[in-house]
């Protein structure tokens, strides 16, 4: 089945800098990758998701890149925020097949912003 | 338009008991899907249900069940719990149809087992 790595684990920026957290996944059917983030007490919440066939999407601070030949995707937040600490979790999925509802998580990131 | 509720948010139980959660989608949305979180193993794909029919599920024992009304509302079971089912119960609701893979998450049922 689909594995899905994600590094690093934990993330510590200043208020301002950017972020990068970095996902691989395992199956080339994979065509679906879409970024939760977490806070406490709630459940994840969708912030940007990208397709097979886009190489990058971006949404105000966040953008998403994706390397189908590596089978490796990434989160970049710029000018960071107290507000984006959270945990993130990237996800891939076969949409469109018969994986109805299932997506692979990575382990997520705990992302520190420092004022 | 209200999001995804899970009821309850808390649950205490002891060992052996068996325990039912509910999930009421987002209006429109006809797929339900269940997770469970825990900090060791992280977010695992339970089962998904569209039309009250289960179309897909995880690798979990027969004591995790679920199903689905006519009202797209979901209601997952555990029976004889164990200690190793304390966990974070997530539900999420989506769309049907090519290009509606995106999963809306409610804020889950916290579940402890004694």
């Known amino acids: 089945g689909e594995n899905v790595e994600q590094h690093p684990s934990t993330l510590s920026v200043q208020e301002g800098d950017s972020a990068v957290i970095k996902c691989t996944y395992s199956d080339s059917a994979s065509n679906y990758f879409p970024w939760y983030k977490q806070e406490l007490g709630k459940g994840p919440q969708l912030i940007i998701d990208?397709?097979?066939?886009?190489g990058e999407k971006k949404d105000q601070r966040i953008a998403v890149t994706l390397n189908k030949t590596a089978k490796h995707f990434s989160l970049h937040i710029t000018e960071t925020q107290p507000e984006d600490s959270a945990v993130y979790f990237c996800?891939?999925?076969?949409?469109?097949?018969?994986?109805?509802?299932?997506?692979?998580f990575g382990q997520g990131t705990i992302l520190t912003v420092h004022p | 338009k209200a999001g995804v509720t899970q009821t309850p948010r808390y649950l205490i139980k002891t060992r052996g008991q068996q325990v039912t959660l509910s999930c009421s989608p987002i209006?429109?949305?006809?797929?339900v899907s269940w997770y469970q979180q825990t900090p060791g193993q992280g977010l695992q794909f339970l089962f998904e249900y569209f039309s009250e029919t289960q179309r897909n599920k995880g690798n979990f024992p027969g004591r995790f069940s679920g199903r689905q009304f006519s009202n797209s509302r979901s209601e997952m079971n555990v029976s004889t719990l164990e200690l190793g089912d304390s966990a974070l119960y997530l539900c999420?609701?989506?769309?049907?149809?090519?290009?509606?893979?995106?999963?809306?998450f409610g804020s889950g049922t916290q579940l402890s087992v004694l």
């Open positions: 209006s429109g949305h006809r797929s």
């Open positions: 990208i397709r097979s066939n886009v």
């Open positions: 996800a891939a999925s076969k949409a469109g097949g018969t994986s109805y509802g299932k997506l692979t």
């Open positions: 999420a609701s989506s769309l049907t149809g090519p290009g509606d893979e995106k999963l809306f």
